[in-house]
């Protein structure tokens, strides 16, 4: 029976992100937000609501390894497999902000997750704690990044044609997508609740330590909206929507999420994630010097980047 609930939560999970998304993204076209900022934003935090939900109800539960392990899980999937298997299926094209602001922030996110888990050698205590500090620091990090999306957004909407709408197709229009936007989200509440109760029972029948299972089991779960999107977006052609959505979801989770969790919870660190932490800084900088080439992600480097998270899984198991 708990293999069942668990295949029904990451169903709930993947259809209320898809019914989230759609109704969000159909809120933010009515108001001529364009794709990039869309990806960076209404799509990106929609895909990332899962590991939001998953990782705020493991805190919330006691489950520090889930909640972090499914952050950097999630993120380490992100900016390998997701962006390889969607740049090798068509080449992720990359605008100039993204290389200079937003996978810069992305990195500096990663960096200050770092710093925030290694008490031991900075303060010199007896455990490594994300503190509710920290999480306050990361939502006010979070505050930023959302002030330049917004001023990102006002400043190309103002450069947006202004054309008239229909006023009575709007408000239909607007009725249902906030219908459809908060149906998505009661499925993503409950889908993440299931998930993480009985991928944590399934962790101590096998053995299995959280750590792994949050890396795991639960990443890969609660991340596969941002596979699924991204890899839609590639075949319509849209790479701003793709890449924003991957570097976006990636912010939100660790300064939004982890700031919210370790709020609610300080969050002890297992030693076995600084090898992740570090992983993630590398793909974040391999992420900035592929999108430098051409300003696009090629096919041959999203085959590098989906054999890299190949390896790395293998590691991690083999590790537990």
């Known amino acids: 029976m708990v293999y069942i609930l668990l295949l ?105 997750l770092f710093v925030f888990m290694s008490d031991r050698t900075l303060d010199l205590t007896n455990v490594n704690m994300i503190t509710r500090s920290d999480g306050i620091i990361f939502l006010l990090f979070f505050s930023i990044f959302l002030y330049y999306v917004i001023e990102a957004a006002r400043n190309s909407r103002e450069k947006a044609e202004n ?73 319509k052609k849209q790479s701003e929507i793709a890449l924003g959505n991957i570097v976006g979801s990636s912010i939100f989770n660790i300064l939004f999420v982890l ?5 609610i919870s300080p969050l002890p660190v297992n030693d076995k994630l600084f090898f992740d932490v570090v992983v993630l800084l590398i793909l974040t900088i391999l992420l900035f010097i592929f999108s430098r080439t051409q300003y696009k992600v090629a096919k041959y480097e999203g085959l590098a980047l989906t054999i890299f998270y190949v390896l790395y899984l293998v590691y991690i198991i083999m590790r537990n």
């Open 8 to 112: 029904v939560g990451f169903a709930l999970l993947i259809k209320g992100a898809d019914y989230f998304i759609d109704g969000s993204s159909g809120i933010a076209s009515l108001f001529r937000i364009p794709p990039l900022i869309i990806g960076l934003t209404i799509v990106a935090f929609g895909t990332g609501a899962p590991e939001a939900t998953v990782s705020i109800i493991a805190a919330l539960e006691g489950s520090a390894d889930v909640t972090i392990g499914n952050i950097v899980g999630s993120n380490l999937l992100n900016m390998s497999l997701v962006i390889g298997v969607t740049a090798f299926i068509f080449p992720l094209a990359v605008e100039r902000p993204t290389i200079k602001k937003e996978i810069p922030f992305a990195f500096l996110s990663t960096l200050a």
């Open 163 to 235: 054309v008239a709408p229909n006023n009575d197709k709007e408000v239909g229009s607007l009725t249902k997508n906030i219908i459809i936007t908060i149906v998505g989200l009661a499925a993503i509440i409950f889908g993440g609740s299931l998930v993480v109760n009985n991928s944590t029972e399934i962790a101590y029948r096998f053995g299995m330590s959280e750590t792994l299972v949050g890396l795991t089991i639960v990443a890969i779960g609660s991340s596969l909206p941002e596979l699924i999107t991204s890899i839609t977006a590639a075949l």
């Open 259 to 263: 700031g919210v969790a370790s709020v």
